[in-house]
């Protein structure tokens, strides 16, 4: 039997570590009790009508071919969510330009290289990871996890 999807609504006080804890979770029998995660109404699109995007994630499995655009849960919340796209965008972030090159219909799709996403769970905290030292501040370690595809919602206007 596959494992369900946790469906969390996006909002720009999710921390990473609340979102990749919930995808990390266990039940009683140690089972992990989701495989994926849908972050739902990320960002949006525009293209022959305003589409939300909503997005899927699971932990990385190495075997799938990858981008890696070195994307954080913070440089997504800065750059990517909340905000809309379209093709005369110029640069844009790897998982933005895989929504792009789709056609525009309400669709769930796996994107053909999935984006690799760096993002903290509580396990990286313990004992602030490498202990790398920046402008004076202490970073911990994140794991990875990987953006595989999208859900197109059409959005009246």
Request: positive net charge; glycine residues 4%.
């Amino acid at each position: 039997m596959m494992k369900p999807c946790l469906t969390i609504p996006y909002n720009t006080k999710l921390r990473s570590i609340d979102l990749m804890d919930s995808l990390e979770r266990c039940n009683q029998a140690g089972e992990k009790e989701f495989n994926c995660i849908l972050l739902t109404d990320c960002f949006w699109i525009k293209k022959d009508f305003e589409y939300a995007v909503s997005l899927i994630i699971e932990k990385w499995d190495w075997r799938e071919p990858f981008i890696n655009d070195f994307m954080t849960f913070s440089r997504f919340k800065k750059n990517v969510a909340a905000k809309h796209f379209d093709n005369s965008n110029d640069k844009v972030p790897a998982v933005v330009s895989q929504v792009l090159d789709v056609p525009s219909v309400d669709v769930k799709f796996p994107f053909s290289r999935v984006v690799l996403l760096h993002a903290q769970n509580s396990g990286n905290r313990v004992g602030f990871g490498s202990n790398s030292f920046c402008q004076g501040m202490r970073y911990g370690e994140t794991s990875t996890y990987m953006f595989t595809g999208a859900i197109l919602t059409r959005k009246q206007l």
